[in-house]
């Protein structure tokens, strides 16, 4: 059994390494690695602990003197080394195996290429060393590796010197000038393509920026390079922050864990958050390309300048640095605009964040797995890269910002850098910053109530009523704040949790839907931003003319559940008439959240009058943006239904969606062919990733989705006519997704073929060719093990496995809650545990809620989770997953 580490535990490393030296013979199949360092304590004749996994030892060397087998020890994943005076040099010669290693973590073979990984603890499989983040060290590095085989030899900060050596292998040596912990070290080597640009900095210093990518794709990093000049632009403008190096390097790599990874200097990305061009890449990509270069980019400041100093704290960075690239893409995509149009682009960028929040992080902190966004425990830490250290991480800053408004959030973040810069440091220290602006700027409060953000898990749920008094013209509001226990937090019941301090934007209007003046303490107005952090609280409202219609939670101003019992016709005047964008959605989605849970449950009252009015407005709407309108007129997923919903019946839930997805599109779908029309490209017009054009494109692609649901007789040729006609990858994958999903098995495999005999040399759209598969209404289990067979799918690359196996295991709602996929789904995470354990515990994750399901998934899934808690060989990873599934329910 797994141990668990706890946030309490915490010691200091006793001993500093100021400076670290590494050489690295390079090679596929067998890297020897060279490292030497000297450690200095205060604390002489303490053991020197230092981590290390699945390396072979060749030699010790202590102060010159090479050590014999007796004088250390050494373990799976320790080296011991009983040390006596205040200062040693340390010299490791180890080696390691790229070629064997599919856990993508440490040094890896993908390709021809090596690539590291070591975030969070993959620098222990690379050589023994202080793997954790609050030991930082000044990182000089040479790589001497075969001049054909690696042309490429790249590390973090400075180019030092490059020279050629015998038998055709050459060396280059690196410098950091920062120090860093192990964690955002690297080394790339292979044979690349290299875009370049010069740019000056704010200051008016010359950087040089490269974009690294497979050859052949140099073409496909042009939208990189461009979202990496923006994203230093913004950093200088809106942060003040300007890059800290002469170089900075993008490298693309097919093989790749997550998204992408912050190691100074020298980002390596997964090359789905690279790589683009029209033709094959589609505008959500676009889209996800720039706020990942951004994120990392923004990283250098907050996660590498300024660091962690245990993973507990794995939020300072993770949910600052998702805040900023949140705000990022929002500006980006409000750039040019001015007014009402700029407010609405950042308001469809506000949905699609909290429409991540709602379908990831929601489920999590209400199932086995919910943690704070600050753990106090873990078992393995590669398990906590989740939604709630970035996500709600984010939502966290979000309020903190909401709470000191811009210019005040900024002053705070100039106090936090001109303190902590260079040091690791915890979340605490993030929130004194945070609170010492708060209190300058709000006498006699403080923000003592917000702390418990980061010590407790779930999605508090405030409860409001309204007492109307038309009398005195008075508007009472109580509200109910909840925080039951959740996760971990039911293994251990001890003291209540306490109430939170939420940020509530609320606006009034009338019945009539017009915004509504009313009065606060001394506050005339109609939008007003409460402090709630009681458990119970009123708050009263004076001069109040008539009846007030709330806008709840505007902006989503806290990562809260809001109830309120309100007649559907109020839902529809806000659908019809809040004048905040996000609140409007809001209502809009409400209301066909509420009519489908009427379908589920075969209520005799469900009835779509109330939807259909409200759509049948919005879908003859030209004012509101077409991005806007492709989300309010798409009902909530079936994930996130799922979600509101105890115990959870997937397959009604599903049921009742079509239904009523299909009632809505046979209603619209003159209305819907005339969208599509209306929404057509100009003659000629070059592709653009802007925000305006894709948004035309979304509602055009939902148009004609909704057309071919209603089975319009126009709707398919439609479709293969956009096909044939497609000039970038949006509107050839719109079109391609209807054909696959709604027309007869010959005209589907027609598509199927010919847009793999297309792209077959793409590996991310045959990436795409798999999922639209894996999601297809047809597609069943026996289909996913048909298609698993295919020459191109391979297991080892989690980007395919990602586009097959979790598309069909949570996006498949039909298939995958039946007998055969749940089958589907256990032997999947055992097959993918034996190679990458990372990627089979997400994948594990995708049924650890279990427990919340009606019967008989809940015990058909629970056979299959003490299935794989009983295999004979599981990673750690799985083994914290399962394990905490089935103990926790
Ligand atoms: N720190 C990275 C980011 O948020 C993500 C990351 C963490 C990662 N661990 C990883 C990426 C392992 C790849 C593999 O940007
Ligand atoms: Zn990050």
Redesign the pocket.
Known sequence: MSQSILRNDYQPYPYQIPYLHLQFFLNFNQTKVCSRFTVYTKKPSTTLVLDGEELTLVSIRVDGMTLSADQYQLTDTHLHLSLTNTEHLIEIESICEPEKNTT??GLYQSGRQLFT?C??E?FRRITWFADRPDVLSRYTVELIGDKTQFPYLLSNGNLISQSDLDNNQHKAVWEDPFAKPSYLFAVVAGDFDCREEKIKTASGREVLLQLISDKGDYDKTEWAMQSLISSLRWDEQRFGLELDLDRYMVVSAAD???????NKGLNVFNAAYVLAQPESTTDQSYRDIEA?IG??YF?NWT?NRVTCRDWFQLSLK?GL?VFRDQEFSADMMAMGLEGHAAKSARAVKRIDDVSVLRVAQFPEDAGPMAHPIRPNSYEEI?NF?TATI?EKGAEVIRMFHTLLGESGFQAALNNYFARFDGQAITCDDFKQIMDEQYQKQNPGLNLEAFSGWYEQAGTPTVTITLHYDAKQQQATLFFKQENPAVGVELLAPTTDKKPLLIPFKIGFLNQAGQTQKVCLHQDRNHEFMLRIDQTEQQVVFNDVQSTPVLSLLRDFSAPIIVNYDRPTSELVTLAKYDDNAFSRWQAIQELASQTIFSLANANAEANEDALIEVWGQLIQDRILSAAYLSRALSLPSVRQLLSQQRPMDPLSIQAAHQHLEQALAERFSAQWLTLYHDHQPTANATYSPDALSAGVRALKNLALKQAAIAKHPEALRIAAQQYAQATNMTDQWGALTVLVHYADAELREHYLTAFYDQWQHNALVIDRWFSVQATAPYFDVEQALQLQQHPDFNLRNPNRARALIFQFCTNNITAIHTESGYDFWRDQVLALDALNP?ISARLCRAFDNWSQFVEPQRSQLQVRLQSIAQHPKLSANVTEIIHKALTIE
């Open positions: 993508l973590m990984q975030e969070a993959g790749f864990n997550m998204g992408a990874m912050e990942v994120h990392e990283h996660g993770e640095t590669s890269y970035y990372e």
